[in-house]
Nanobody, 124 residues
Framework: QVQLVESGGGLVQAGDSLRLSCAAS????????MGWFRQAPGKEREFLAS????????FYPDSVKGRFTASRDKAKNTVYLQMNSLQPEDTAVYYC?????????????????WGQGTQVTVSS
């Protein structure tokens, strides 16, 4: 069993930065990949980033515009999402999850063991 807990969200102003954390308990990730997603009210869940546990290889969609960076700390069993130049349209609940299926990296159904989410609110 893998349990994930996101933290680091909050209320910030446009242009600010946030660093989200996703702490894992239970089995370590080994060669699994971790994904970051967000979902705003009335919107589909949106893929933000993926990172492999062993090698730290990352993948980002064009939509993040180079503003987001994923990383991991093996000693702390934690993955991170650094978000810069935040804008009001970034307001959403942010989730981390473990990739468990061989679907496209950006597809939410490729992931399981979702965390509870952390709210990010960006004011103008």
């Amino acid at each position: 069993q893998v349990q994930l807990v996101e933290s680091g969200g909050g209320l910030v102003q446009a242009g600010d930065s946030l660093r989200l954390s996703c702490a894992a308990s239970g089995r370590i990730f080994d060669n699994y990949a971790m994904g970051w997603f967000r979902q705003a009210p009335g919107k589909e869940r949106e893929f933000l980033a993926s990172i492999t546990w062993s090698g730290g290889s990352t993948f980002y969609p064009d939509s993040v515009k180079g503003r987001f960076t994923a990383s991991r700390d093996k000693a702390k069993n934690t993955v991170y999402l650094q978000m810069n130049s935040l804008q009001p349209e970034d307001t959403a609940v942010y989730y981390c999850a473990v990739r468990v299926r061989l679907l496209p990296l950006s597809h939410p159904m490729s992931y399981d063991y979702w965390g509870q989410g952390t709210q990010v609110t960006v004011s103008s």
